[in-house]
């Protein structure tokens, strides 16, 4: 069943001579129609390959490369849309592989700009709060007080609690306590 639906759209597509064509040229039509491999296909102006079905289609897209993106049925087979082949990278890149390698390459741009950006801010917010020349002269005082009282205090703890004797002898417990 699914076969006959690829027949009866290829026969579709075939029977119709501007395909592909938004200008209707029938003599360029022709001239990548008769196109029997990938590389003599490429070599022809405004030309583009269908792998699966192994057919060269005429592609007066600006942007041949997106040409599955303006006419869904760019290719003869439905599935192999965006498998489509074209000048510059070649026979060996379809679009799909090109999409997402630009993906990957914005995505990571992206990506470095935001650790970029957040090292910028964690810069700036460790500039304005926590260094202490930034501080108005009341918070470095205020700051330098409460550490010094802190210090002092802990001086005081720690002085003021005499240290315990040390046991000597059967007054010894064995296990330390």
């Known amino acids: 069943m699914a076969m006959d639906a690829t027949i009866a759209n290829t026969s579709k597509i075939i029977g119709d001579p501007h395909h592909g064509n938004k200008n209707g040229s029938d003599e360029r039509f022709f001239r990548c129609w008769k196109q029997q491999g990938c590389g003599g296909c490429l070599g022809q102006e405004r030309c583009s390959w269908c792998p699966i079905t192994q ?38 890149v379809s679009t799909i592989t090109s999409l997402a390698g630009l993906a990957s390459v914005v995505s ?62 059967e007054e010894e417990p064995l296990l330390g306590l």
Do not use: Q
Not at 117 to 144: I, N, Q, T
């Open 55 to 92: 057919s060269c289609i005429p592609n007066d897209y600006p942007i041949p490369l997106l040409a599955p993106a303006y006419d869904e049925n760019i290719c003869p087979h439905w599935s192999e849309r965006w498998e489509i082949r074209t000048r510059p990278f070649g026979c060996h």
């Open 108 to 169: 990571t741009l992206v990506l470095i700009l935001l650790v970029w950006a957040s090292v910028m801010a964690v810069g700036r917010v460790r500039r304005k709060f926590l260094h202490r020349e930034r501080w108005p002269w009341w918070r470095r005082w205020r700051c330098a007080w409460l550490s010094h009282r802190w210090k002092l205090a802990w001086r005081r703890g720690k002085s003021r609690e005499p240290p315990p004797p040390p046991r000597v002898g």
